[in-house]
């Protein structure tokens, strides 16, 4: 057990070791500060680590991961993430990624109580809810908990849409998009869902609509 948490000193050792070789400047300049043009919210599986798989590096993704990568109208958590990036860094990209084989999705299919998470999980049952119909006619269970994954991510760029942070960004001209990605831990390959918002189009319903903030 000990031996596995000093390995993490060993690997970091060697990290800043093999970044400074090829690029001596890279802490100095990262220690000047942040101008990330994505913030990437995902889940928690420490199989899908962002800046990894998208091939970027530190200072890049600005980064939010909960179970399931969730957009929750209530977690201030997020929101506090989704407000600094957006009116303080500036990003130009918001990224919802779900995978495929996602563990609080497989849960959220089911009915056994595994704690406290369950009503975290609840969302995702809501989001089988509204596409039940279309969820229940697929009867292989790999590819309907697929299609879940699927759903859950339009779900919540729909929802990311539906925030104060998102709309007043969009009704003061900010270039700003939210995008959904899912990610196939079988093959490594990112996919793009097309389903873009960029406040052009009507992404939701009128009754979720916010007029400008007026401010004094």
Known sequence: MVKSYQQLFENNKKWVN???QENPEFFNTLAKGQSPKFLWIGCS???????????TQPGDIFVHRNIANMV???DMSMLSVLDYSVNVLGVIHIIVCGHYGCGGVLTAMGNKQVGL??????????????HQEELNAISDMNL????????NVI???????KTSIVQNAWANGKALQVHGLVYDIHTGILQDLDVTAD????????????DKLQIG
């Not at 599986?45 to 091939?55: H, I």
């Not at 406040?199 to 916010?210: C, K, Q, S």
Request: hydrophobic share 35%.
């Open 199 to 210: 406040g052009t189009t009507n992404d939701f319903e009128d009754v979720y609509r916010l």
């Open 72 to 74: 929750i109208h209530t």
């Open 45 to 55: 599986d420490s199989r899908v680590p962002a800046n990894a798989l998208t091939g």
């Open 117 to 130: 998470i369950d009503n975290w999980l609840r969302h995702i049952k809501d989001v089988y809810r509204f």
């Open 155 to 161: 779900e919540q760029v729909r929802d990311l849409a």
């Open 144 to 151: 309907r908990s697929d299609r879940l994954v699927e759903l």
């Open 18 to 20: 093999d970044i400074t």
